[in-house]
C-alpha cells in the first residue's frame, strides 16, 4: 500500500487559497481563521501554504498586485496623442471592468480589507505599487523622473480618486464599479469643477484636460 503523500496535491492554486480563506473569514472571523485551517481545507500542510503566500493577510491581496502589473502593461501601450489624466482614466477604469458573477466577490473581499484591522494594517504597500505604477507613467509623459513632485501627485491623487470610488460603490451599490470610477477620475481631471451642461459627456474622452498634463 502506497503511504499518502503531504504537500501540495495537484490543483492546489493561490485562487483555491484566495476563496478559500474568503470564506472562513466571512463566517468564522479573520483573527479567529488560522492558517492551518486554510491549508486544512485545501488538501494542503500549513508549511505549504507559506510557499504560496507570507502570511494570511496576503490571500486578499494576490490580484490587487496582478491589477498593478496590467496597469503598468496598459500604460506602456497608450498612444502618446491620448492626454495623460484621459489616460490614466481609461487605463483604470479598464482594469477594474467585471463580470457581474464576480461581484459579490469582489463586495466581499472590499468589505474584508475595509472592516479587519489586520488586513487594512496591511494595504499599505499595496497600494504604494498602485500609485507607483500611475507616477511612472506620468513621470514618462512629463519627462520628468518618478520621485519628482507632479509625477508623484498624478499617482496620489489618482490613487485617493480610485479609493473614494471605491468606497461609493460598497456603500450605494447602485452601479457598476466603472460608473464610480469613470466619474471620480473625470472629475479630478477637470480640478473638479462642474461639467458644463452643453459640453461634450467626459466620458466620450473630451481632448481637453483642466490639470494641463498633456
Given amino acids: 500500500m502506497t503511504p499518502p503523500t503531504r504537500g501540495r496535491p495537484r490543483g492546489t492554486t493561490k485562487r483555491e487559497l484566495e476563496l478559500i480563506a474568503m470564506r472562513l473569514f466571512t463566517e468564522q472571523g479573520f483573527d479567529e481563521t488560522t492558517v492551518e485551517q486554510i491549508a486544512a481545507a485545501a488538501g494542503i500542510s500549513g508549511r505549504t501554504f507559506f510557499r504560496y503566500f507570507p502570511t494570511k493577510a496576503?490571500?486578499?491581496?494576490?490580484?490587487?498586485?496582478?491589477?498593478?502589473?496590467?496597469?503598468r502593461e496598459a500604460f506602456a501601450t497608450m498612444p502618446d496623442?491620448?492626454?495623460?489624466?484621459?489616460?490614466?482614466?481609461?487605463?483604470?477604469?479598464?482594469?477594474?471592468?467585471?463580470?457581474?458573477?464576480?461581484v459579490a466577490e469582489l463586495r466581499t473581499r472590499m468589505q474584508l480589507v475595509g472592516a479587519v484591522p489586520a488586513l487594512a494594517a496591511t494595504a499599505g504597500a499595496h497600494y504604494d505599487a498602485w500609485e507607483r505604477?500611475?507616477?511612472a507613467f506620468a513621470a514618462q509623459r512629463l519627462g520628468e523622473p518618478?520621485?519628482?513632485?507632479?509625477?508623484l501627485a498624478v499617482g496620489r491623487t489618482t490613487l485617493a480618486a480610485a479609493r473614494a470610488a471605491f468606497d461609493?460603490?460598497?456603500?450605494r451599490a447602485d452601479a457598476d464599479l466603472t460608473v464610480y470610477l469613470d466619474e471620480a477620475l473625470a472629475g479630478l481631471a477637470r480640478g473638479f469643477a462642474p461639467t458644463?451642461?452643453?459640453?461634450?459627456?467626459?466620458?466620450?474622452?473630451?481632448?481637453?484636460?483642466?490639470?494641463?498634463?498633456?
Fill in 196 to 214: 458644463p451642461s452643453n459640453s461634450v459627456d467626459d466620458r466620450q474622452v473630451s481632448p481637453a484636460t483642466p490639470m494641463g498634463y498633456d
Fill in 133 to 135: 505604477a500611475v507616477s
Fill in 168 to 171: 461609493a460603490w460598497l456603500a
Fill in 81 to 102: 496623442e491620448v492626454p495623460m489624466m484621459t489616460a490614466v482614466r481609461r487605463v483604470v477604469v479598464n482594469a477594474n471592468r467585471y463580470r457581474a458573477e464576480d
Fill in 146 to 151: 518618478e520621485d519628482a513632485l507632479l509625477p
Fill in 58 to 71: 496576503e490571500v486578499l491581496w494576490y490580484q490587487f498586485d496582478d491589477e498593478v502589473a496590467a496597469l
